[in-house]
């Protein structure tokens, strides 16, 4: 049925084209974001015929709208679903490899941290913009994907699976389907139809930090060992102080996108230090390493707007037995664990692997939901606990030293023995159990942290009681003994 | 300046009256439901200028819509609010005084468990439709304060404290004050537009049980002991069914309101019994002493709407300066303590006192807030907590044996110890402070019933030992006996 070409696509791919799942059916998905770009392609090879809705200009014509986005950290999860859809080539070639950590004290020096204790391991810094771009491309090779810019859902009748889009110049038009997936982001519109709906659970919640971009530049060829880098590439940079903190990601052209995680309100906030002067005498004393990295780090301090980090969870994902909910539209999580993108890749697995197994849509929307719920749960959890850890801990001896036994577990038993963060990132089994597992592992830390304390403790003790007795006994000798001493009287 | 007549007033409203902390200022109050009503008044004999706006019909005229209202509880927190506009002895003439609750079991026969082991104390039930009426009329009364309905909020842009009015034929108006209070109810518009705000923490959660409201005609006179009331008017009654119950509270008028809850979904539910016919059964077997006094129950049931319950929690409650949630608005709970009108009141109370308080409305409204925020969090987590109470524990025995320990303790030192629910019906200290004795209670009654359990059990083994031993010691003598009985061989 559709003639698309099969260039750098996957068999599985191929073998759902021209005639699948989907074959005569209309799909509209709302929202030409990361996941609904691959969503579209999905069901295209699958034989639906796609509607895709942006609301938005065309991001390849108008350039990205910058100084709002935070790079993004593609891993095991997100490489699978691209694998899927025959793009992982393609954007492992657009990313920088990160196989750990860098962290920056405040005094000086840097340390690196390896993700795993496999050294082939590794997450990809990736642009936000340029793989929506590189999606967009892809969905409009499809023959079956219709792309529209500038029409912004504002309502849905959810059961008729009928959405009203705005256009820029205020005209209206309705458009229908049988199969509506919203991909519209953490402020969704459908989303918002459907609280207005019965019964629907929902909550918004929002950390006290907020966010700013800032950048790094390249250097000169020549004027350092990482040139056309300022820093290693091979890591992500973390500047922890605390309470608040800084990160760098690597992009290709020799740049780095740094964002700043600062409270909202109080010390060190972006109420406190608001201007560019504050902001250079901040970072003199706070980030000295990277004042001399960043030449316009007033300019942008003062351009880039701060954003706002929120979760987002919802029940039920999907109404009227033809809307869903997906991506940040179901559950909008914060983005230290660098999983939004990828988590919202998985939901498009799930959501294909679920209208391929049953035929009728409400069925399939049922099995979606009921696949992914928990995991958007758990995973929104392990985002919120790693900005604690990324903040707080990666600088301390202690992080480092459960990482070391992490990583020396996993090395003497690989089989039984598997980090969270090689869970999440590197492994692709559920996020709902990686979550299990990293509570049982707590315990089990927590439990070893006592039974060493309290092995120490006790050597102590015996140490001390030694002491002691040495020294007593050369001074004084102990009872058993005195009858030696004290003889009967004659 | 206010030429209000002093009738049913309280020497503290007329002491606001004529020339208050409001003088001159401009209030809209968006609804005119209780809270609403309340707040127009207080304010009015403050010397503000209050715009009370309603998006129903003028319920006087139209009469109430029916069918969908839970019977009030009004206790010593709403009285309080009530005694301040000098509406507290209108009220209480309009309710019926419940000193505590009337348990059904499935097996025949009824029993009463007092609220408090004050006998003086109760609970008022009251209709919400001749509350809210009663109410309006007193708004009304006030010169200062102008009411009109049929205008529904549908937006409000917070900075400038102008909200968007919609009239039934489409007609769009704005109006702006210098104070705007949300009093819109669980779904308000106001909220809605903080909502679409930068940082808003919000949710709503709906309970697994919905509600149906049924009928309990008049007796004849002369039929019954209670008559015209077919069952003790001085009672709610309840008929806890473990997952679900019902419950009926009378009115003056010889009728009881019942109210079922029953969860949405799986035995007994709403699902499972829709129709009259099923309905009939169900009561038959799992309500029976209902069932003769219940002559509508298949009309009342196929009639009366299924309705939601649902905990909303947002923060902040104010935005803009002068634009601030109040009741239900800001904090929707469920029904099960009888506190929803009782908190909104205190809202009422609380606002009226910040305005006096702060001649700034910006500051009034940040310390109306920071004084309810934490008290309605505790009343939503009370309420839900109640419902557990009420349909699972009211007919067990070890709740009843808790309640006489309860009442005792608080007979026997009541100067130190005072029940939970005597602390939040019969109370006026912050809810937060109720539910902090609440979590300390609980724990002296686990503590206390595990010590029991311990002493019963060594009671148990010495009681054992003891009748073994005498067992033994009857049957064959112990050992140091046995040399009386052994005779040394001849």
Sequence with gaps: MTAASAEGRSDEARRGAGGGAGAGRRALVVGAGLAGCLLAVYLARDGWKVALRERRGDPRQAGAGGGRSINLAISARGLQALRRAGLEEAVLAEGVRMPGRMIHPVSGGTFFTPYSADPTRAINSVSRGGLNRLLLDAAEREPLVEVRFDRRAIDCDLARGRVEFESPGGTREHEEADLVVATDGAYSAIRGAMQRSERFDYSQEYLG????????????????????????????????????????????????????????????????????????????????????????????????????????????????????????????????????????????????????????????????????????????????????????????????????????????????????????????????????????????????????????????????????????????????????????AP
Aim: proline share 9%; hydrophobic share 45%; net charge negative.
């Design 209 to 488: 930090h907020g966010y700013k971009e800032l950048h790094v530049p390249p250097v000169a060829a020549g004027s350092g060992p990482h040139a056309p880098w300022a820093m290693d590439p091979a890591a992500l940079h973390i500047w922890p102080r605390g309470g608040s903190m800084m990160i760098a990601l690597p992009n290709r052209d020799g740049s780095f996108t740094c964002t700043l995680f600062w409270p909202w309100e109080g010390p060190a906030s972006f109420a406190e230090v608001a201007t560019a002067p504050q902001a250079r005498e901040h970072f003199r004393r706070v980030y000295p390493d990277a004042v001399p990295l960043m030449p316009t780090l007033e300019e942008d301090f003062e351009r880039n707007p701060v954003g706002a980090l929120v979760t987002v969870r919802c029940r039920p994902w999907t109404r009227g037995g033809r809307v869903a909910l997906l991506g940040d539209a179901a559950h909008a999580i914060v983005p230290f664990y660098g999983q939004g993108a990828n988590a919202s890749f998985e939901d498009c697995e799930a959501l294909l692997d679920a209208l391929r197994a049953h035929p009728e849509v409400p069925a399939a929307l049922a099995a979606y939901e009921s696949a992914r719920k928990e995991n958007a749960d758990a995973i929104a959890a392990l985002a919120l606990r790693n900005f604690i850890e990324m903040r707080d801990l990666a600088g301390r001896r202690s992080h480092r030293l459960r990482k070391w036994i992490e990583h020396l577990l996993a090395r003497l038993m690989p089989d039984s023995f598997e980090p969270l963060y090689d869970r999440v990132s590197f492994g692709t089994r559920p996020y709902a159990e990686a979550l299990a597992t990293a509570r049982r592992h707590d315990r089990g830390f927590l439990v070893a942290g006592w039974v060493g304390a309290a092995a120490l403790a006790v050597l102590l003790l015996v140490g001390a009681a030694w002491i002691l007795r040495e020294a007593v006994g050369g001074a004084a000798p102990t009872t058993p003994e005195e009858p030696t001493t004290t003889e009967p």
